[in-house]
């Protein structure tokens, strides 16, 4: 008699959790419809659990239809068109379900996020959404600090490019924040803490006069995003123009950032002495 019981019980419980993933079919279609960016394709998805008399509400919009509600999402891909979806489990109630959601972008910024609230019919398709924004939302503490590293190397990184590829200190000067300071070995002919973009410039016009310098190996970044620091590690060759050796040497610099901007940086040099000397000599 126990053993009939368990499998009634057993029977029961399976029936229950297949009701409540038939319920969550539609609504996998639904995220899965925001996700189609083709119009066409997406409109005979839509068409697979949307009625003509379904609605679709949020801050933006309150629409009736297929049609419609297929236009809504291509009016949202004009304007984010590298739009992600992800979203969090759903709880389902009766014939309700409700979940929270966020949209990134292609660099995983934040567009926005929300909780959405549909209605379902229990035939397999939805009869009403509504969305709510939450203009509060925010990406993880992982998240950020990922798209701070991603920033913070591309700022060091076009830095890089207008030092030693263009020379292009009108670009460069919009990635310096106002009172950064340079640390150069103060070793060097050239050498000193520099503090502001106008002194930094000063500085690199006047290493010119002791060397015309080649990259030799282009650098490999490292970043410690919880910090707001990189540090790039590259190689030069350098040819003086007083003695007109030339001598490769191995170089680290250190970027602190701040708001998307340098404020910092310190180069560090394999062996200064030797290439203070080597700029210096005459022979």
Known sequence: MRKIYLL???FILNGLFAQKKDKLYPIAAYEKVWQEKNSD?????????????????DPSASIKGTAAFNNVINEFYKKFPDAIF???SKIVKDNYVTWEWKIVDAKNKLIMGGREFARL???GQVSKIISFWD????LSEEDLLKNLEADNLKVVAKYYECLFKTRDFDTMGALIADGAVYNQASGLPYG???IGFEEWKKMFTKSTEFFDLQIEKEPTYFSDASKNEVVIYFTINCKSKKSGKSMSMPISEHFDLKNGKITAV?????DTKQFAEFLKSKR
């Open 8 to 10: 009634c019980f057993l």
């Open 86 to 88: 992800s979203s969090g």
């Open 192 to 194: 000193g803490t520099f």
């Open 266 to 270: 310190r180069p560090f040099y394999y």
């Open 121 to 123: 019919n229990g035939k």
């Open 41 to 57: 394709t997406r409109l005979k998805m839509i068409k697979s659990i949307w009625l003509e008399d379904s609605t679709f509400e």
């Open 135 to 138: 203009k509060d939302a925010v």
